[in-house]
T-cell receptor
């Protein structure tokens, strides 16, 4: 399983776009990149997943360069309720062994 | 996720006591998992089960046991609780069908304190 590296914390303000980058230099051919969000005292929640290029859903966008050694989660126009920890995970489609690192703690200020 | 419930939500116990944490799901998923989370850290996998007859150890199974009573129920037991098992425990389910990834759905967590 590829190891991931993310910033420990990030600060932003309401209405700004936030980009969180994750490094995964040893990503394997079959691996997908998945992001989870966790609020205090709650279980993680799936946000988005991708394999290459760009994926967008109603919550976020995920940008993956051609070499796939990194990925960027983009949260458009964040609000206070986006304050949470964001985890980047890498694994194949049947990867049941999710490896959670320490994640990125995002603080959105008024 | 309301489809995955955990009981109790909070529990304080003493060293040496046997504790059972319960997880139920209405998602109809075959796969179920137990994780623990320590303050400021990510989740670590304790046990997982792919169906009623399948139980597997995760990365930190020592001191824990599990029971998969039915597709919908997966219990975690601490046979003799110790203080370093104080943590937040999460149950999760997944259903990797149709070529989709194995997205996991987590319960609300159980906060366990061992004195």
């Amino acid at each position: 399983l590829a190891k991931t590296t993310q910033p420990i914390s990030m600060d932003s303000y309401e209405g700004q776009e936030v980009n969180i980058t994750c490094s995964h230099n040893n990503i394997a051919t079959n691996d997908y990149i998945t992001w989870y969000q966790q609020f205090p005292s709650q279980g993680p929640r799936f946000i988005i997943q991708g394999y290459k290029t760009k994926v967008t859903n109603e919550v976020a966008s995920l940008f993956i360069p051609a070499d796939r050694k990194s990925s960027t989660l983009s949260l458009p126009r964040v609000s206070l309720s986006d304050t949470a920890v964001y985890y980047c995970l890498v694994g194949d489609l049947a990867s049941y062994k999710l490896i959670f690192g320490s994640g990125t703690r995002l603080l959105v200020r008024p | 996720d309301a489809d995955v419930t955990q009981t109790p939500r909070n529990r304080i116990t003493k060293t040496g006591k046997r504790i059972m944490l319960e997880c139920s799901q209405t998602k109809g998923h075959d796969r179920m998992y137990w994780y623990r989370q320590d303050p400021g850290l990510g989740l670590r996998l304790i046990y997982y089960s792919f169906d009623v007859k399948d139980i597997n150890k995760g990365e930190i199974s020592d001191g824990y046991s599990v029971s998969r009573q039915a597709q919908a129920k997966f219990s975690l037991s601490l046979e003799s609780a110790i203080p370093n098992q104080t943590a937040l425990y999460f149950c999760a389910t997944s259903d990797p069908t149709g070529g989709q990834s194995d997205t996991q759905y987590f319960g609300p967590g159980t906060r366990l304190t061992v004195l």
